[in-house]
């Protein structure tokens, strides 16, 4: 059951801990089980997706998009959510300016470093990050609230601590070199279903799971 799904996880979270549900490829009936349940935070990585389940859910729902979003695809993603928590590239974040810019609205994003071992996830080196720090955080309408993680897929516990210690590092770093930030540079997102504990050891303020609620995929 969804529902006891939720309340096992809420009982070891601590309460400062946002929790993302990760709703990708679930149907909104199962969304409506975690929602009857108390959950109102989803995140989805897929911008149809997102667009085709937002108005069949209530309208107290915080949606976050948690995947990579390509340019071409932002109007099925920005009018609707409350963060961007995959931005991994200056590209994106030009882009997501400019929508922002012709639309009157302030977009709230996260920079997501490139963490694990694969080459072929997305995301920014720690040089990057510092970069779109230093000379891109004026941008009129995005607001960068923190980083955002994905550590190598191992079942290696070391390795995956070595990843979380790295952002964290990193976050730390960055809130220390520019206390102008950290009033809205607060945000740390790692952590999934199978290393979420280690995450929070490490400082995660939200946490993205997806299997240990809804279960496998439906499709």
């Known amino acids: 059951m969804v529902s006891d799904n939720l309340k096992a996880l809420y009982e070891k979270l601590p309460s ?18 975690a929602y009857d349940a108390g959950q109102r935070v989803f995140g989805e990585n897929r911008p149809q997706e997102l667009a085709a389940k937002v108005p069949q859910m209530p309208a107290d729902v915080e949606w976050h998009f948690i995947g990579h979003l390509q340019t071409n695809k932002l109007k099925l993603v920005l009018p609707y959510v409350s963060l961007v928590q995959s931005v991994d590239s200056l590209h994106l974040l030009e882009a997501i300016d400019k929508w922002g810019t012709d639309n009157g609205k302030t977009v709230d994003v996260l920079l997501e470093l490139h963490l694990g071992a694969e080459e072929t996830k997305h995301g ?15 941008k009129s309408h995005v607001r960068i609230r923190g980083l955002m993680g994905m550590a190598t897929n191992t079942e290696d516990e070391g390795v995956i601590e070595a990843d979380f210690a790295r952002i964290e590092a990193l976050f730390k770093r960055i809130r220390e070199a520019r206390p102008e930030l950290r009033e809205i540079f607060t945000e740390l997102s790692i952590g999934m279903s199978g290393d979420w504990p280690i995450a929070v050891r490490h400082g995660a303020t939200m946490v ?8 496998e995929r439906e499709y």
Do not use: C, N, Q
């Open 124 to 138: 920014f080196s720690e040089d990057e990050i510092d970069y779109v720090i230093s000379s891109e955080v004026e």
């Open 16 to 33: 400062a801990v946002k929790l993302v549900a990760v709703s990708k490829f679930h149907p909104v009936s199962r969304l409506m089980e």
């Open 208 to 215: 993205r799971i997806g299997t240990d609620i809804f279960g």
